[in-house]
Structure formats: structure tokens, C-alpha cells
């Protein structure tokens, strides 16, 4: 050893004790403690639900339900969007934020639009999500609303370290904000910035929140969580379409169930111009682009 090199501290009995109790307690609270929802006992769920109901109705004033419906049988939800049709509004982003009570101070978007030049095509590397004109569509440009690409070889959800994000037999990708470290490996991962984290605590103004909430999906978030785009789970799973595709002023958004042949999403991917984000990347998202015109 050099001479210069410090000697290295030995560790008291006292030290190694304290260090070997909280490995045991940390194994002990995986073991016997809180479970992620997925594998919890039903009954032990619907009493955390109950628990979070409470919680959030005292907290916002109103009375709030917590759902954990779960998938569909035969059922594996698609989107499709025109981009032909879309003008870039925005409304999509506004109605996502109210349905899914995302923070309003700090700002937290699932939904980002890019406007793009005509004569570049697809091309992320110029795309704007800061574009302010006075009115949309502006000329020589056209509009890519980017979220949750729900990918059937999803990286976000290989990376994670407790478990805490997977996908439902429905395909949509999940987060069980109980289980979250946010360690943000996903958001690393995600080849789409589709992920967004809670740097501070999320504020909903008062009488603001959408009390129709998914325990999986639209429930009030903490600080220090990632959270994204669900598909409006909360909506999806009752027989909804999401808050986006409701809104949208010019049917650009399209959303159906893959395995149905007679749905409407399966008929743009067999007969329209169709195309996926970053397809070499082989992440398989069950987002879909298409060219109506």
C-alpha cells in the first residue's frame, strides 16, 4: 500500500450492528410490508382504497372515489393520430391536465405538441414545443402531439428498480406511485420523453380536481414521483375515450381496442398511411401516426 494512501477505517461492532439492523428492517418492510397493488390481497386493496378516499376528499374538500377497475377481457387499447388533421391547438393538452389532475404550479404536461416544418417532414432535431403564433395552424409548418407511446417492448419499465411501472394485460403502461422512488431511470430510458417527474409538491386549485379517480391512473400524485400519459385509464376501463380524443376540434384523434376487426383503429392501421415514432428502436408502441389525406 503507498504511503500516502489513508488507511482505511474499520468498522465498530456498534457500526456493523446498526448497518445490519436496517438491512433487516429495509428486508423485513419488502417482505411484510406494503405491497405493490398488483400483488396485494383484494381485501387489503380495498381497504388502501378506502384509506386514499378518505385521504383525498379531507384534503380537496370534495368527495373523491378511488377505482382499481381492472382490463377487459379480449381487450388491447390502440391510438391513432391524423396527422393530416391536427392544427396544433392545444386543447388536448389543457383537457388531459383537468382530467388526469396534473400539478398546475409546477406546471406538469403529459401531452407535448411539436410544430415541425413541412419541408423537413418528421424531423425532432428542429421540432419547436415553445411555438406561439397568433393563430394555427401557421403556414409551411404541421403539429406532432407526443405522449405515452405504450410500448409493448417498453425500456421504462425494464429499467425500473422496485417494480413500480409494468404493463397491464390491456397494454397500457402503469405507475404505482406507492412503490416509486423516483430514481427516474424510466424517464432515462424512454426514448420519447414521455415521462415527467414532481419536483415539487403538485398543487390543484381548489375545485379544480377531477374527483373520478383511477388508484393506477389519475389519483392525486406526491412529490418526488414520475407519472405519465394512462390512456385516461380511469375513462378507458369504463367504456370511455380519453379526455384528448373527446376534445379535439378536428377528429384527429382516433382510440379503439386492437383486438376488435371491426374497430376503427384497426381499420386505419390496414388501410391508411401509417407510421410509429422511432420505429428502428423496435419499442413496438401501440401509438400509431397516420396520414388520412
Not at 377505482?67 to 389543457?94: E, K, Q, W
Not at 394555427?136 to 405522449?147: A, R
Not at 424510466?186 to 374527483?211: D, Q, T
Not at 378507458?236 to 377528429?251: D, F, K, L, N, S
Amino acid at each position: 500500500m503507498d504511503a500516502d494512501e489513508p488507511t482505511p477505517k474499520r468498522m465498530s461492532r456498534r457500526q456493523f450492528g446498526s448497518v445490519a439492523a436496517a438491512a433487516a428492517a429495509g428486508f423485513l418492510l419488502t417482505a411484510c410490508g406494503p405491497r405493490r397493488l398488483r400483488e396485494m390481497p383484494r381485501e387489503r386493496l380495498r381497504k388502501a382504497l378506502a384509506d386514499l378516499e378518505r385521504e383525498y376528499s379531507e384534503k380537496y374538500g370534495t368527495k373523491v372515489t378511488v377505482s382499481d377497475a381492472g382490463p377487459m377481457p379480449g381487450v388491447v387499447f390502440a391510438y391513432a393520430l391524423d396527422l393530416s388533421r391536427c392544427i396544433g391547438c392545444r386543447r388536448c393538452v389543457y383537457a388531459c391536465v383537468e382530467e388526469n389532475n396534473q400539478s398546475r404550479d409546477p406546471q406538469v404536461q403529459w401531452i407535448r405538441v411539436l410544430q415541425m416544418d413541412k419541408d423537413k417532414g418528421v424531423d425532432f432535431t428542429h421540432a419547436n414545443p415553445y411555438y406561439q403564433p397568433a393563430e394555427v395552424p401557421q403556414d409551411g409548418h404541421f403539429y406532432v402531439p407526443v405522449s405515452c407511446q405504450q410500448c409493448r417492448n417498453s425500456p421504462c419499465t425494464k429499467t425500473c428498480p422496485t417494480g413500480a411501472t409494468w404493463t397491464e394485460p390491456d397494454g397500457i403502461v402503469v405507475i404505482d406511485y406507492d412503490w416509486c422512488i423516483g430514481c427516474r431511470c424510466c424517464m432515462a430510458a424512454c426514448p420519447y420523453g414521455a415521462r415527467h417527474f414532481n419536483w415539487g409538491e403538485p398543487a390543484i386549485p381548489k375545485g379544480a380536481l377531477n374527483p373520478r379517480t383511477h388508484v393506477l391512473g389519475n389519483r392525486p400524485r406526491p412529490k418526488g414521483v414520475v407519472e405519465k400519459c394512462t390512456f385516461c385509464i380511469q375513462r378507458a376501463r369504463a367504456g370511455r375515450y380519453p379526455a384528448c380524443v373527446e376534445v379535439c376540434p378536428v377528429g384527429a384523434r382516433k382510440f379503439g381496442n386492437l383486438l376488435d376487426p371491426d374497430s376503427e383503429i384497426r381499420y386505419i392501421i390496414e388501410h391508411k398511411r401509417v407510421l410509429v415514432l422511432k420505429e428502428e428502436l423496435q419499442t413496438m408502441p401501440k401509438f400509431f401516426y397516420f396520414y388520412a389525406t
